[in-house]
């Protein structure tokens, strides 16, 4: 055993050791957030033979809803198998960071970069779930590690590079702004010694294989209508401002001792400074003395962490900024450890892995959770999010017909419903007029025995989307069709918490 970790390369061993515990933090715990549903009732659609843009309603590329409708393919719908993928990407993050900060750091500095930044995943209280952004980040950063591999790589720098595009492209198709990267790296390779050819042949393999896969399915046309969408629709409402919804202390304060508040109150900023240090760290080369001289490698890395930030937009808040967070990440750990000793750089190492290790103690959730049976496999939740749950489990049956209003697509997931219109979810203040009339008809000529109405107050619709059409903040037409056509019940009596049950009139 010992002689296999000496021979494993040490971002392996990384990957290893963060593995257990991000499995252990996300492997089983189920949110009812607002967009991992998203994902989850889209890739359990694609499972059952449906086709995104063409079947269902989709803004985002369609490299996460086949990653994991295959996943669901053939290892069955559930939350572990979906959140094992999560969990693998995660810690492919974590090994692509020590990579990368070590080829200009030593091993023990970059082990405690890349565990501080494990640190940072298992105990912050931004919501680490299923979404396309971890999918995609998670893709760019090994499409770099594959460009820095070539770069001392001369024998074998062609395959590098073809790995490197198969990465970015694969990227992108699951989250188009990600494109940024694989420009920025096209464009480094493009000016570098090493021929582009095998970059443009490795971009081009994911790339036709996902404009096939559309062609084949019917969905293409879809598609470009879909990306026109994005334009007109989301982008002005989902803005936000840089780092909105950080938090305070105070409020961190609040919910804990000052330990355990002071570690999640670090981990809400840290998405926000990271972008104006990485900043610094990018011109501190070319400020400082000679012996400072700018390399070709830090340049590498503060491209694609730009590009990367470039992404984020028009969500920069610090829950969005935190998908960028491992280039970021990377940039200004490598800066510092330039400007350190070697005294300091060995000290620096040890502080992280203590720091790591302090902050992961100190700050493990240990909230309480409770067991459901799902048809999705036994979820660990909240006792909040038991009642509601267990609710609607009590109510209904898998394989009903419901329809979940507004926004809350993950209760299809869980609850095994299926849902007979196009759209997953209607986000108050950016669904246009002929979407809701959309679903309107869908439910008129297919209509559900259940809906699911989770009555968002404008209050609470701005603090997520402050920049939403406040005129359509409600959907009359639809409020006024549910309301004719259903009644509220209460499964065994008891009234429902934070939604009405709602069944289709006799």
């Known amino acids: 055993m010992s002689l296999l970790l000496r021979k494993l390369p040490k971002p392996a061993l990384i990957f290893a050791l963060a593995l257990p515990f991000l499995w252990l933090r996300f492997g089983h715990w189920f949110y009812l957030s607002l967009d991992e549903g998203i994902y989850l009732e889209a890739a359990r659609r694609v499972a059952s033979g449906e086709v995104p843009y063409r079947d269902f309603f989709a803004i985002t590329g369609p490299g996460t809803f086949w990653l994991y409708g295959a996943v669901f393919h053939w290892f069955g719908t559930s939350l572990a198998a979906a959140r094992a993928v999560l969990c693998l990407e995660l810690a492919a993050t974590c090994a692509a960071i020590y990579y990368l900060v070590n080829r200009t750091a030593s091993a023990l500095f970059a082990a405690g970069v890349s565990l501080l930044y494990l640190a940072m995943l298992l105990t912050t209280l931004y919501p680490v779930y299923i979404t396309h952004r971890w999918d995609s980040n998670t893709f760019a950063l090994l499409a770099l590690c594959c460009v820095a591999a070539s770069e001392k790589d001369d024998r074998y720098f062609s395959r590098w590079l073809t790995a490197a595009g198969i990465f970015a492209g694969i990227s992108a198709w699951i989250t188009p702004p990600l494109l940024f990267v694989g420009m920025a790296l096209g464009i480094w390779i493009a000016f570098s010694p090493r021929p582009l050819r095998a970059w443009l042949v490795g971009l081009a393999l994911p790339t036709t294989a996902a404009l096939g896969t559309l062609l084949y399915t019917g969905a293409f046309t879809s598609f470009l209508h879909s990306l026109l969408w994005d334009t007109s629709h989301y982008a002005s409402a989902n803005r936000l401002t840089y780092g909105a919804l950080s938090g305070t202390f105070r409020s961190f304060l609040a919910q804990g001792s000052a330990p355990v508040a002071l570690v999640h109150y670090l981990d809400s900023i840290l998405p926000n400074i990271l972008p104006p240090l990485a900043a610094i760290a990018a011109v501190i080369p070319v400020l400082s003395k000679p012996a400072f001289a700018p390399r070709r490698f830090e340049a590498l890395l503060s491209i694609t962490a730009f590009a990367a930030l470039a992404a984020c937009y028009p969500r920069l808040g610090a829950a969005q900024l935190l998908f960028a967070a491992g280039f970021l990440w990377v940039v200004c750990a490598s800066a510092l450890y330039d400007l350190l000793t070697p005294r300091l750089r060995t000290l620096s190492a040890i502080a992280a892995l203590l720091l790591a290790a302090g902050a992961t103690a100190v700050a493990w959730p240990r909230e309480t959770l409770k067991g459901i049976d799902t048809p999705v496999g036994t979820l660990q939740v909240s006792r909040r999010h038991f009642v509601t749950l267990n609710d609607i489990l ?55 025995r259940w809906i699911i109405w989770h009555d968002f107050t404008e209050a609470y619709i701005l603090k997520n989307w402050p920049a939403s059409d406040r005129a359509r903040l409600r959907f009359p037409e639809m409020e006024s069709y549910l309301q004719t056509n259903y009644h509220v019940v209460t499964p065994d009596g008891v009234p429902t918490i934070g939604f009405k049950l709602m069944e289709r009139n006799p």
């Open 394 to 448: 009590s109510a209904t049956r898998p394989g009903d017909t419901a329809f979940v209003y507004p926004y809350l697509p993950a209760l299809y997931f869980a609850a095994g419903l299926q849902n007979p219109t196009r759209y997953a979810w209607l986000q108050p203040g950016m669904m246009a007029p002929a979407d809701v009339q959309s679903a309107i008809t869908s439910l008129k000529i297919n209509p559900p």
